[in-house]
């Protein structure tokens, strides 16, 4: 019989799963390991047994039995319904106390009901968000994990010790029960969207507007590296700009079909947004973007049509000319590129505050910027700021009224106008840019025309409004006469 000697198990040995197994093991943890096909558990340990204690296990019996009490596995397997299956047979061979962790990326509103037909078994679910990829998941991911204290006891010192650092503390925590963790994993990833396609943006301008080569545009982006945008999405994408295809020796990123995938938690974050009322205006266009980058016929058949843009189509003759002139541009869309930025992670903060309220979490937004410094996709410098902001005590409904954010929009705001001017007038797409400076100038408005469109709604429909200058809610009676009844 085998031994009950593994601290920790994993299910699922496909990339994520093999590397997390790896860095467990590599941390002084006991492993048990399966996996649907018993080859790929043979070749973790032919290749990577030497890095520490794994316990291979052939069928999922000697893998629970392996492990020691309060079974503790985490399931790698593909997202849906082989989770789910694998969560049902785990649960029919675990014992009350034990605990079930998904790993992978789940909506959180299954997770919330996984996590109610496993607790009505009288075992732990745990839904735990992890960031980082292959590489972090061996290397030190940023992890976000739920479910209940009882079972944080005993899964965090596991997690803390292969979690990525950051200034000395692990990018992990507990972030909460009922589907929290992949809560915060979601909204982590729309911010990611958002971030990628700003990025994107900036690219474009510099390649289509100031002509310059993907080598001249990686250097800029090195550059950006070293200051406040200092981050590893802007690191990669120096790298991905810098590489040679192999096979023609053009630069890599003109040998790639301009059509973004997604797999579907940029999409997840902005339903929910939707659905909590919070307005992630930059977060939904860096999903629109993706989903019209793939539009393939449409764009085609606009090419056919030759619909036509600007005079001025593409180029920003003036600035593309002058050196002076070039290097003030990329300056402006440096902190163009900053104070969206600012605007997307303010509006992620606020849909975490807000499902917090309606989902009844006490969600610590300083600890999750803290634990995105490190190991996870949007990893960046700037997270100390923001979690500095949340860990004052001060209360803001909005990252943008925190002093050091407010400050740094402002001052970016003049370039952020310039470079939105320069690319509607050259007819190059910059959705988060020009949505987020929409928000943040909709924020500031005293009077919005949403007046109108109550006007409106009340003349065809009836809808009713409030007045600046009575409390209550109103109708007029627009055709018979000019005449408001008050409705309450
Ligand atoms: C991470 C990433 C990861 C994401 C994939 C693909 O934090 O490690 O966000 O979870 O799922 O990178 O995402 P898309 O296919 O949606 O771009």
């Not at 943890?29 to 990577?48: D, G, K, M, P, W």
């Not at 973004?260 to 266009?285: F, N, S, Y």
């Not at 928000?439 to 109108?452: F, G, Q």
């Amino acid at each position: 019989m085998t031994q009950a000697e593994a601290n920790i198990g994993v299910v699922g040995l496909a990339a994520m799963g093999a590397s997390l197994s790896r860095n467990l093991a590599r941390h002084g943890n006991t492993v048990a390991v399966f996996n649907r096909h018993y080859s790929r558990t043979q070749t973790l340990i032919t290749e990577h047994g030497s890095e520490g204690k794994f316990v291979p296990a052939q069928t999922l019996e000697e893998f629970v039995a392996s492990l020691a009490k309060p079974r503790t596995a985490i399931i790698m397997v593909k997202a849906g319904e082989p989770t789910d299956e694998m969560i049902n047979a785990l649960a029919d061979l675990m014992e009350p106390g034990d605990i079930i962790v998904d790993a992978g990326n789940a909506y959180f509103k299954d997770t919330i009901k996984r996590e109610k037909a496993i607790r009505a078994r009288g075992l732990h679910y745990v839904g735990c968000g992890v960031s980082g990829g292959e590489e972090g998941a061996l290397l030190g991911p940023s992890m976000m994990p739920g479910g209940t204290d009882e079972s944080w006891q005993t899964l965090g010192p596991i997690l803390k010790s292969i979690a990525a650092v950051a200034e000395g503390e692990p990018c992990v925590t507990h972030i909460g029960s009922d589907g929290a963790g992949h809560f915060v994993k979601m909204v982590h990833n729309g911010i990611e969207y958002a971030d990628m396609q700003l990025i994107a943006e900036s690219y474009d301008l510099m390649r289509r507007g100031l002509g310059l080569t993907p080598e001249e545009i990686a250097e800029v982006f090195e550059d950006w590296d070293k200051g406040d945008l200092n981050s590893y999405l802007v690191q990669i994408t120096s790298e991905v700009l810098h590489h040679t295809d192999a096979k023609t020796g053009k630069p890599f990123i003109d040998i790639v079909k301009d059509q973004a995938g997604m797999k579907g938690t940029g999409t997840w974050t902005v339903q929910t947004a939707l659905e909590l009322g919070v307005p992630v205006t930059g977060i939904g266009e860096a999903v629109f973007a993706r989903g019209l980058s793939s539009t393939v016929e449409l764009r085609q058949e606009a090419q056919d049509k030759g619909l036509e843009g600007p005079k001025a189509e593409g180029a920003f003759s003036a600035s593309a000319a002058d050196p002076e002139e070039r290097k003030a541009f990329i300056e402006d869309v440096r902190q163009a590129l900053y104070a969206s930025k600012i605007v997307a992670y303010a509006q992620g903060f606020n849909e975490m505050e807000e499902g917090a309220k309606v989902y009844n979490w006490k969600l610590d937004l300083g600890a999750i910027a803290r634990i995105w410094r490190g190991g996870c996709i949007i990893r960046a410098k700037f997270l100390n700021r923001i979690s500095d902001a949340y860990d004052s005590g001060e209360q803001f409904g909005s990252l943008l009224f925190d002093p050091f954010f407010k400050k740094a929009v402002e001052g970016a705001q003049d370039s952020w106008r310039r470079v939105v001017a320069s690319a509607v007038a050259a007819g190059i797409p910059v959705p988060v840019f020009s949505s987020s400076l929409a928000y943040y100038d909709a924020l500031r408005s005293k009077r919005l025309p949403a007046a109108l469109i109550q006007g409106q709604r009340d003349l065809f429909g009836a809808h009713t409004y409030g007045r600046v200058d009575e409390p209550g809610i109103f109708h007029t009676l627009w055709a018979a006469d000019k005449s408001e009844l008050k409705e309450d």
